[in-house]
């Protein structure tokens, strides 16, 4: 499937009775690499429809390890990078719930300013504007990151949007730059938090 489909494509499938549709939007952090494995294919058999867009550096780790395709083929949905021409139609349906996962700090700092420079970050930035569906965030972030003076504005601007920051060391523990812990993203309790927000229909 294209992800620039034309103007006279079909309509994206529209929501229908027993479906949910996630709005997954990845940045360049560690565990997009695994998002395929890891989050989608999960997601997809507790019963969520994925629809997945990159921020462009993801996009580029994506595209150089061949994923951005094998995204769209578990999905059935073209896997967003670029923006479509004002031509096209939004190729993606509408969505009951919007995750970003994983979010770098770069992404989280563009979202708490409202900087939609980017297909990704223009999609989340309507989503915690519209306030029509939740919207969850699960920063990958180390404590330099944290440690930046803007970080905890950063993060009460998006509390107070009604963002869910999946944050502390339940989600994951903070370590220095470049020690990050060999252990893998907490998928399933953000599969959990997913689930309780949005239940299966
Ligand atoms: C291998 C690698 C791993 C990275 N991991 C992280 C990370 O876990 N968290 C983070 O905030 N930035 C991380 N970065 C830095 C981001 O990729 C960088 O800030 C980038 O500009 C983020 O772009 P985006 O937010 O538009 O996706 C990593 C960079 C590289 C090369």
Do not use: Y
Request: glycine share 8%; net charge positive; hydrophobic share 45%.
């Amino acid at each position: 499937m294209s992800a620039h489909p034309q103007h006279d494509d079909p309509a994206p499938p529209r929501r229908g009775a027993g479906t949910r549709t996630l709005g997954l939007i990845v940045s360049a952090a560690g565990g997009a690499e695994r998002i395929r494995s890891a989050l989608v294919v999960p997601a997809i058999e507790r019963g969520w429809r994925v629809a997945v867009t990159l921020t462009p550096t993801a996009g580029s780790w994506l595209a150089d390890s061949g994923e951005i395709e094998a995204i769209a083929a578990v999905t059935g949905l073209p896997c967003r990078v670029a923006p479509r021409m004002p031509t096209q139609q939004p190729p993606h349906p509408p969505i009951d719930c919007f995750l970003v996962c994983p979010a770098s700090a770069n992404t989280i700092s563009k979202l708490a300013l409202g900087i939609g420079d980017s297909q990704a970050l223009t999609t989340a930035c309507e989503a915690i504007g519209a306030r029509t569906a939740p919207v969850v965030v699960f920063p990958k972030v180390n404590a330099a990151h944290v440690g930046h003076p803007a970080w905890q504005s950063h993060l009460t601007a998006l509390r107070r949007a009604g963002v869910r920051l999946l944050l502390g060391d339940e989600f994951w523990p903070l370590h220095p730059p470049r020690s990050a812990p060999v252990r893998d993203l907490p998928w399933r309790k953000i599969l959990g938090v997913l689930d309780d927000l949005v239940p299966a229909r």
